[in-house]
């Protein structure tokens, strides 16, 4: 049994790293380059798309609060002492 057990486990550890090492070899070929580079390019896009969607949601959230702020009414601000009030120009 103790045989066994060893002589299974060789068996397993065996083709696991074969089934790894083939996975390297081809990922470094330029096919598995390419793939890789494509799949990078996509992930990019994916990644504009969100934020370009999320900030564009974010901006309408704010622009909702923003406007419903400028409903408040306002209040004036008291001149400063010895402040110049500009004056317009009738050009």
Do not use: C
């Not at 096919?31 to 994916?46: K, P």
């Not at 400063?80 to 317009?88: D, I, M, T, W, Y």
Request: negative net charge; without cysteine; hydrophobic residues 40%.
């Amino acid at each position: 049994m103790r045989r066994g057990f060893w002589f299974a486990a060789g068996a397993g550890a065996g083709v696991y790293a074969s089934v790894r090492a083939r996975r390297v070899l081809e990922a470094l070929t330029p096919d598995g380059i390419s793939d890789r580079i494509a799949a990078l390019q996509h992930g990019g896009r994916l990644l504009r798309e969100d934020i370009v969607t999320n900030s564009a949601e974010k901006e309408a959230e704010i622009r909702e609060r923003i406007g419903s702020l400028s409903a408040l009414p306002t209040t004036t601000t008291p001149a400063l002492p010895g402040a110049r009030v500009q004056e317009e120009d009738d050009n």
